[in-house]
């Protein structure tokens, strides 16, 4: 499932769209570029994780930090990271952005230890969350013309899928053919070309946007505090349960105060932001969490290499443009609440048939049967981002694709931790809980969806 299938993902800013460059090709292509980039590095470390815990230990509690302080740190800023943009401009704030993440990229290559590697991780997460928004402002820039910037904006997010479907393909290879630490250095060239394209861009103006320190930095450690106690359990993850209590509602009560809130508690008093928020976090659970779990099935229960790992994720993930696109047609159709439920009905059911997978099960079976979660998935994303920008004004659409994308990596972070304290236990009987309690969410989203969500859902188009 592609955290990147929609045309409206993150935070917009608003700036660049009076913009009309002499050439758009290079500004365009240095914003997919940076886009897949970033997108890349949240899934191509996941076969590679059991050739880093063989070079720097750590345990999989380790694993899972490699994972998710990458993950966490790009959601949680991103929340904010959009009204930096306008405030530096969208190509000062890429260049900074894309700068720092192959810096970071580098410092992950040479990581001497596992702390080393999650520190560099952490940086290169909040150097993500800059691009991200800076990319898709650069893509307005590019194309001032709203008929040309809906293809340009298509093509930005296909950029994306496809970064994510190759991701298990490419830490697979780069992991077999030459080591873990490639994965990382193919970062180096990739942002230098990123950079050089952007040279040929003209320089975005800066527009005043307000930001929300308090609340960005209270949300930063209530998400860390929250996984720091499903990662690590016992004692300190009690403590640290603690922190993330008190942090959230410190937040929740900063956000009520604030003008310019990161999250708009109001957003959620509308039902279909709530079940759209509910079930892209339910979709990111179930994707990443079972990719991170089969990642360790493969090699780590039936010996396989990083490369047959990465290889049987294939057919999983290569279908997933081509279902986003169904999806939308879908939609266009009938409205999205068709696609939606029959993606939250067939994630589950791929989710149940992964339950007789064991220790003796061929690797080719356990590749097909992953093919209908994600499909579900692929099905659910675009109709449920529909939902949640037709619940908002239009003033108020990029501030809610933020809040939704967010929401979604936060919960594909969590998803991570969970699935990996569970398999921490006994790898089979993890594995099935973790599936069974995904299961469980999407049936409890399918529940939440059981009647119309708008017009829009309700008649054929």
């Not at 932001?273 to 090699?299: D, N, P």
Request: charged share 10%; hydrophobic share 55%; aromatic share 6%.
């Amino acid at each position: 499932m592609s955290t990147n299938s929609t045309t409206r993902t993150p935070q917009l800013p608003s700036q660049s769209t009076d913009l009309a460059p002499p050439s758009s090709t290079p500004t365009l292509v240095a914003a997919v570029l940076g886009f897949a980039l970033i997108t890349l590095d949240a899934s191509v470390v996941t076969v590679a994780l059991p050739s880093i815990g063989s070079a720097l230990g750590g345990g999989l509690s380790g694993l899972q930090w490699v994972v998710d302080s990458y993950t966490l740190v790009f959601a949680a800023l991103m929340l904010s990271t959009g009204a930096f943009a306008d405030r530096a401009g969208a190509s000062r704030a890429y260049a900074l952005g894309i700068t720092v993440f192959a810096l970071a990229s580098a410092a992950c290559g040479l990581a001497p230890d596992l702390p080393a590697l999650i520190g560099a991780r952490v940086v290169q997460g909040a150097a993500a969350a800059v691009v991200l928004p800076a990319s898709l402002s650069l893509v307005r820039q590019a194309c001032p013309d709203p008929g040309r910037r809906a293809g340009a904006v298509s093509l930005w997010a296909a950029g994306g899928s496809v970064a994510v479907a190759l991701g298990p393909v490419a830490g697979g290879a780069l992991t077999t053919a030459w080591d873990w630490r490639g994965i990382f250095f193919i970062n180096l060239p990739l942002g230098v070309l990123a950079l050089l394209l952007l040279l040929r861009a003209p320089r975005s103006v800066r527009r005043p946007a307000p930001l929300d320190v308090p609340g960005q930095l209270t949300a930063v450690v209530a998400l860390a505090a929250l996984t720091f106690a499903v990662i690590e359990g016992g004692a300190t993850g009690a403590a640290a349960l603690a922190v993330a209590v008190v942090a959230g509602a410190v937040f929740v009560r900063i956000e009520g105060r604030q003008p310019h809130p990161v999250v708009p508690l109001g957003l959620f008093r509308d039902r279909a932001v709530r079940v759209a928020v509910a079930t892209g976090a339910a979709c990111s659970v179930a994707f990443y969490g079972t990719v991170f779990v089969f990642a360790l099935f493969f090699q780590q229960v039936q010996g396989r290499s990083a490369l047959f790992a990465g290889l049987m994720f294939l057919p999983m993930s290569g279908l997933i443009p081509v279902t986003n696109v169904v999806s939308g047609k879908l939609a266009g159709r009938y409205g999205p609440r068709l696609p939606m439920l029959v993606g939250q009905t067939l994630t589950p059911v791929g989710l149940l048939g992964l339950l007789y997978v064991d220790a003796g099960t061929s690797a080719v079976v356990v590749a097909v049967l992953l093919v209908p979660m994600a499909l579900g998935c692929a099905l659910t994303v675009p109709p449920l981002t529909a939902v949640m920008m037709d619940a908002v004004p239009a003033e108020r659409t990029g501030l809610a694709a933020g809040v939704l994308n967010a929401a979604r990596q936060v919960a594909g972070g969590l998803g991570i931790a969970v699935f990996g304290a569970l398999v921490n236990d006994g790898f089979e009987a993890g594995l099935r809980a973790s599936l069974a309690g995904s299961a469980a969410l999407f049936a409890l989203t399918l529940f939440l969806n059981r009647r119309p969500l708008g017009p829009t859902a309700a008649t054929p188009r």
